[in-house]
């Protein structure tokens, strides 16, 4: 499955494209963020890849998961959206 990481610095739309590309190349994808503006510009991306992606007649599920990751040495906690549709 292809990991995106997000921060609080992403492009929601910038994002939600290349969510949607993976999504249509793959069948589906996880988006990693650290920090509650990562997790907010996560949630953007995927309502925006939701709608670049209903043409289609694909709808969208999204799997919330915390997951544990190093940064810099250091143990922190990150969410893990995995997305497939529905």
């Known amino acids: 499955?292809?990991?995106l990481k997000v921060s609080a610095q992403s492009n929601p739309k910038s994002v939600a494209?290349?969510?949607a590309a993976v999504l249509r190349e793959k069948g589906s994808a996880e988006l990693q963020a650290v920090?509650?503006?990562a997790v907010n510009q996560s949630i953007k991306a995927i309502a925006i890849a939701r709608g670049?992606?209903?043409p289609n007649g694909i709808d969208l599920?999204?799997?919330p998961a915390f997951t544990e990751i190093?940064?810099?040495?250091?143990?922190?906690?990150?969410?893990r959206f995995?997305?497939?549709p529905r």
């Open 1 to 3: 499955m292809e990991m």
């Open 17 to 19: 494209g290349a969510l």
């Open 35 to 37: 920090g509650a503006g």
């Open 52 to 54: 670049f992606v209903a």
């Open 61 to 63: 599920v999204t799997i």
């Open 70 to 79: 190093t940064i810099d040495g250091e143990e922190r906690t990150s969410i």
């Open 82 to 84: 995995i997305v497939e």
